[in-house]
């Protein structure tokens, strides 16, 4: 079983629209998590680190339940400039160490 | 330079040749990272190195694959006899210990194995 496990989608949707994403992770030992954002033939970037307590930036809002080892993406009023793939990461250590990443949710946000 | 920079962008080689891929990573990141992403994947670790030893060698594939960081900055990985499986993105991050945990990664070197 994969470390970090995502719906590879493709999840399409029109401008203006919600969106959410979901990943699970397999080993309760994994304290630090984030979402990357990587665009067609280009490198992963970071979009935003999950604290347990859920963190918001902007449109975007990341969820994190330990009990259910889950994390999640919410993206609300879709722009075109959203699409892209977006991945999930996991990571044992609180600050480094290997960093585990679910294969990608593809996100295409039509006008 | 400001990001993490890799050499070659894209590089072709035949099947049982050797190859050598470079990372730059930012001045001063002591951690760094090689992965290798296939299409439709997520990135794949192969090794992360904290300053100039290897601290977790357990992703690279078999002992075709090697890589080294001698002064504790630039990254060399280096694949022996290349077969076709090993055709991927080979992408290189590097993270700041005392600023968090953001992999800032390089643009990757795409490996084609003809």
């Known amino acids: 079983r994969k470390e970090v496990e995502q719906d590879p989608g493709p999840f399409n949707v029109p401008e203006g629209a919600t969106v959410a994403f979901n990943c699970t992770y397999s080993n309760s030992a994994s304290q630090s998590f984030f979402w990357y954002r990587q665009d067609c033939r280009k490198e992963p970037k970071l979009l935003m680190s999950v604290y347990s307590s859920g963190n918001e930036d902007g449109r975007f809002t990341a969820q994190l339940n330990r009990a259910s080892q889950y994390i999640s993406l919410l993206i609300r009023d879709s722009k075109l400039s959203d699409s892209a793939t977006y991945l999930c990461v996991a990571n044992r250590g609180s600050t480094l160490g290997r960093l585990y990443f679910g294969r990608g949710t593809q996100l295409t946000v039509w006008p | 330079g400001a990001g993490v920079s890799q050499t070659p962008s894209n590089k072709v080689t035949e099947k049982g040749k050797y190859v050598e891929l470079r990372c730059d990573p930012i001045?001063?990141?002591?951690?760094l990272y090689w992965y290798r992403q296939s299409l439709g994947q997520g990135p794949e670790f192969l090794i992360y190195?904290?300053?100039?030893?290897?601290?977790?060698d357990s992703g690279l594939p078999n002992d075709r694959f090697f890589a080294v960081r001698p002064e504790g900055s630039v990254s060399t990985l280096k694949i022996q006899r290349t077969e076709r499986g090993d055709s991927a993105v080979y992408l290189c991050?590097?993270?700041?210990?005392?600023?968090?945990?953001?992999?800032?990664f390089g643009q990757g070197t795409r490996l084609t194995v003809v």
């Open positions: 190195f904290q300053g100039t030893g290897a601290a977790d």
């Open positions: 991050a590097s993270i700041a210990r005392d600023r968090g945990t953001e992999a800032f």
């Open positions: 001045s001063g990141h002591t951690a």
